[in-house]
């Protein structure tokens, strides 16, 4: 079993940063992609940026030059730091992630793994 631990969400003044982290812990043989999306009242759940294992990343574009993701492989964590926040990127936050777990042993799969989400306010 995998989790995924948000922190970092809050309230925040249009013009401002938070940064948000995303810890994974369980069986954890290898993780290839971190990713996170959000999601704003009635409105579909969008990707906002995502990190893969090895190689660039991928930004949507209403928050390219404004948020940078970044991960560390040895926390299994990544992290998404939010700068120019825009009353637009109100929204939960939800920390995705593409699991490689169990062991050599037994057998190996991939998992896709949701977190619980963080709330994120811009406003003034």
């Known amino acids: 079993q995998v989790q995924l631990v948000e922190s970092g969400g809050g309230l925040v003044q249009p013009g401002g940063s938070l940064q948000l982290s995303c810890a994974a812990s369980?069986?954890?043989?290898?993780?290839?992609?971190m990713a996170w999306y959000r999601q704003a009242p009635g409105k579909e759940r969008e990707l906002v940026a995502r990190?893969?294992?090895?190689?660039?990343?991928n930004y949507a574009d209403s928050v390219k030059g404004r948020f940078t993701i970044s991960r560390d492989n040895a926390k299994n964590t990544v992290y998404l730091q939010m700068n120019s926040l825009k009353p637009e990127d109100t929204a939960v936050y939800y920390c995705?992630?593409?699991?490689?777990?169990?062991?050599?042993?037994?057998?190996?799969?991939?998992?896709?793994?949701w977190g619980q989400g963080t709330l994120v306010t811009v406003s003034s």
């Open positions: 995705n992630a593409v699991v490689l777990t169990g062991t050599t042993s037994i057998g190996l799969r991939y998992l896709e793994v």
């Open positions: 369980g069986n954890i043989f290898k993780i290839n992609v």
């Open positions: 990190i893969p294992s090895g190689g660039s990343t």
